[in-house]
């Protein structure tokens, strides 16, 4: 593949684009997580969202363990190209490692974050 | 106001966070920038966003130039505390500078990016 469509990002210092994932069907922001070079070209090609883990240091492809894969339906990027965006299925429905649909679970309510979503699925049964 | 939900984030080095602009009508996103401390405690305050421009190094209101102001609905935060999610209505219908709805307006096609959304009103006419 011409990889031209790589070298127009433009990467941090470090070598990362930001990357939003959000749900196809509902629209939800699920996740926010860093790709580098090698994943986003991994990510396109296996047509499935591979990350890099910042705390690891390493190529992360979500679900490797719990298996809520991320199935890539596009993959868009910003006005500035340092910000990508992709419209994802979500398998299992559970994007956060906390058992929840969505990693934005955290609402604003006066001047404390309230936990408005509900875990779908115990983490221990999620990553055994 | 009480500002234990502004200890709560875990700021970058820069003392910032990263902020997703999602439109809570069509539920697109529309934008990804900055905050610091002061300018997430301004728009909790406001009920507009008010961004960290990290390369004019100051405050940016948005919509300050152009009118397209973002008002706030909600104001999530994901598990890590670490990257903020903004429920807005866009003012102005455009969210990027070069007059289109979305900043996400590239999208991959094979190995190349097009620009998959109309600009709706030439940027000279927004900014003045």
Redesign the interface.
């Known amino acids: 593949?011409?990889?031209?469509?790589l070298d127009?990002i433009k990467w941090t210092e470090d070598g990362l684009v930001?990357v939003?994932a959000?749900e196809a069907d509902?629209?939800?922001?699920v996740?926010?997580a860093w790709m580098s070079r090698e994943s986003l070209a991994l990510t396109?090609e296996k047509g499935e969202a591979v990350y890099f883990s910042r705390s690891r240091g390493k190529l992360w492809h979500k679900g490797e363990e719990s298996g809520h894969v991320q199935k890539v339906k596009?993959?868009?990027?910003?006005?500035?190209?340092d910000?990508v965006?992709l419209s994802i299925e979500q398998v299992g429905g559970i994007a956060?490692?906390?058992g929840?649909h969505s990693?934005?679970?955290?609402?604003?309510q006066g001047?404390?974050?309230v936990a408005v979503e509900p875990v779908l699925k115990d983490p221990k049964q999620i990553y055994k």
């Open positions: 593949m011409n990889a031209n469509w127009e930001p939003i959000q509902s629209g939800d922001v996740m926010f396109a596009s993959i868009r990027v910003d006005c500035d190209k910000v965006l956060c490692h906390t929840r990693c934005f679970y955290h609402e604003l001047d404390e974050w």
